[in-house]
């Protein structure tokens, strides 16, 4: 494409040749295009529905309440439920494309963001949403957005046959290479390092990284250090170390976008 002033023709800034290619390239109906609605649609309806939420427990007298028909509390995971159902038959049977593809991606990520933004219900199978092990749910949230990202970004789990010198491999070189991968991030799983085994998925040298350091404590391997203290003690410094340097922007950062977790009231007994 060019531009041209008069008669003289010239090529356009580099922002906006950018610009113009980024756009150009825009297929309706492609993957990537479905991804970014999917995670639209997740990263939208999870602050709205925690913005929702919030003005609900500050009892706002002009916004909602929670639905109750019967004195039943519907919680909105179950609309989030109903809404993946929905969306997931309608693009597994009739496969849409175009403005019906991007508006199922959308209604999907928005299902995933009300079913996981009470992933803590379900896992504790009791409502904390605002206390401590209700985080778990925002955690949930982001490690989705974040595996979403890192598709767009180009990258794809155990997908080493891309690589230039393994896509020369025999089949059987390229499986051994994707269960190592796996298992390394499953090692990174039980050691508790959630983000480094996400990421050691799309990158295998990350989750090699991973395995090979100490687990953290309270997590499923670290019950392998009871015979050995000296493992155990190492373990305890180095998240105490880790814990001091995250852990006061990760509570601002939690409470910014969750809300404080619930304090209990101390009332005096008569």
Partial sequence: MRYSVGNAPSHPPAPMASLISLFGSFQPDSSRNHLIAFT??????????????????????????DIKPGGLHIHHMVVGVVVMVISGLVTIAT????????????????????????????LHLENVYWHDQGRVSVDA?????????????????????????????????????????VTLAVVCFLKGKLWTGLLGCFVPIV??????????????WSRRYRDNPVKRERAE??????????????????DLIAGKPHIPRITKRV
């Fill in 40 to 65: 639209l649609g997740l990263l939208i309806t999870f602050l709205g529905i925690r913005a929702n939420t919030r003005l609900i427990r500050a009892n706002v007298r002009f916004w909602f309440h």
């Fill in 207 to 220: 989750a090699l990284v991973g395995a090979t350091r100490l687990a953290r404590p309270g997590s499923p």
């Fill in 95 to 122: 496969n849409p494309q175009g403005f019906w593809g991007i508006a199922t991606a959308v209604a999907f990520g928005g299902g995933v963001a009300l079913t996981l933004d009470e992933f803590a219900l379900i």
């Fill in 237 to 254: 410094r180095r998240d105490q170390r880790e814990a001091a340097m995250v852990r006061a922007w990760r509570v601002s950062f939690f």
């Fill in 141 to 181: 949230v982001i490690v989705t957005i974040a595996a979403a990202l890192l598709f767009l970004g180009g990258l794809q789990p155990f997908n080493v046959a891309d690589a230039s010198p393994l896509g020369r491999l025999g089949g059987w070189v390229i499986t051994v290479l994707v269960v190592i991968n």
